[in-house]
């Protein structure tokens, strides 16, 4: 485990000094946040400040736990763009490492761990390592913590960690029925049915979760707050609607 984490964390660190990222600064898009909290706690107190972000943001989104951690960043690094890049590239790291432990547990070789890791953290996605206010990087943690509890036979601590991630980034809800399959064949299960029954605390705290955080997304937030396909005219109404409630 300490192996695995040193290379990672040697990888990314490398990465973001090599590319001069720490010659860099905040982007305006979401980096921004940080600086935006880090602002408002001169005049206001932790929880405070997070009642009021957590408020706005739960117009356009639902992701309580990744808002807690960018506050937590603000309040402790500051504006000090190296340490919360460095904080990043530490998380990110440990997601690699659970990843790859997870691989290990499962039976997989060293050799293919390596490979799973790094199908699933390099490429376009790699970004989570790099940029420090997204909510992908602690939410791989958590999915990377489920996936190793889940290889450990800890069904009910990898159904926390998932609704941990979550409620760090909508997306990961996605991963539900993938880890579902994945306990399938890691138990070399091959029928639904039996597995569901076998392990129905699993499947149904799985479900519930899941159910629970698309519920709260599709009754309260909406699925038309915000979007990823670009800039479009129902997203400046969205943006107007926010700001003229502030």
């Not at 990222?21 to 921004?32: A, K, M, Q, S, Y």
């Not at 690699?96 to 499962?106: G, I, P, Q």
């Not at 979550?166 to 064949?185: G, Q």
Request: proline share 2%; aromatic share 12%.
């Amino acid at each position: 485990a300490i192996a695995a984490f040193g290379l990672a964390f040697a990888f990314w660190a490398y990465i973001a000094l090599s590319s001069g990222l720490f010659h860099g600064g905040f982007l305006l898009w979401d980096d921004i946040v940080v600086a935006d909290l880090h602002d408002r706690l001169k005049s206001a107190g932790f929880m405070d400040v997070y009642a009021q972000f957590a408020e706005e943001d739960l117009r356009i989104r639902f992701r309580p736990l990744v808002l807690l951690h960018y506050l937590a960043m603000a309040k402790i690094y500051g504006l000090n763009y190296p340490a919360l890049l460095w904080h990043n590239i530490v998380i990110a790291s440990l997601a690699c490492t659970f990843l790859f432990l997870a691989a290990r547990n499962s039976g997989a070789t060293t050799i293919a761990s390596a490979l799973f890791v790094a199908v699933t953290c390099l490429g376009n996605q790699a970004v989570f390592a790099m940029r420090i206010s997204l909510g992908e990087t602690p939410g791989m943690l958590m999915i990377g913590v489920s996936a190793f509890a889940l290889t450990k036979g800890r069904r009910m601590l990898a159904v926390v960690f998932f609704l941990l991630a979550a409620l760090t980034k909508e997306s990961f809800v996605l991963l539900a029925p993938a880890l579902l399959w994945a306990d399938m064949l890691i138990l070399g299960e091959k029928r639904i049915g039996t597995y569901a029954y076998t392990h129905r605390s699993f499947v149904v705290g799985m479900s519930v979760s899941a159910l629970a955080v698309l519920a709260v997304i599709i009754l309260h937030v909406g699925t038309h707050a915000i979007g990823y396909a670009g800039v479009d005219r129902e997203t400046l109404r969205s943006e107007e609607r926010r700001v003229g409630k502030e």
